[in-house]
């Protein structure tokens, strides 16, 4: 069964409020519904096109539903009311790996 992942590309406009709110409470859905980040808003080195100052997150699930199953969470929609008061999201991807 293929993997999921959730790919966002995110501009944080009030970090103290960010992680105090939104982060306290999205990690533990991650983690409820078997998820693990990968990246985290590390450095980017961008070789095509422009760096927009971007966080980039890349978190993986065992499956494609799972990562479906958290979007749709009442924690992780209760979550993004409070992300989005502290941040811009510009690209919330949630993709199915290869299944080899």
Do not use: W
Request: charged share 25%.
């Amino acid at each position: 069964m293929p993997k999921g992942y959730i790919y966002v590309e995110i501009e944080v406009t009030d970090p103290e409020n960010y992680k105090l709110h939104y982060m306290s409470r999205s990690t533990p859905a991650v983690a409820a519904y078997g998820g693990r980040f990968l990246s985290r808003g590390g450095n980017v080195d961008v070789k095509i096109g422009e760096d927009d100052g971007c966080c980039r997150v890349v978190v993986e699930f065992d499956s494609y539903q799972q990562a479906r199953d958290f979007y749709h969470s009442p924690a992780y929609q209760e979550a993004i009311t409070h992300r989005d008061r502290y941040s811009k999201v510009y690209r919330y991807l949630i993709l199915e790996g290869v299944d080899y």
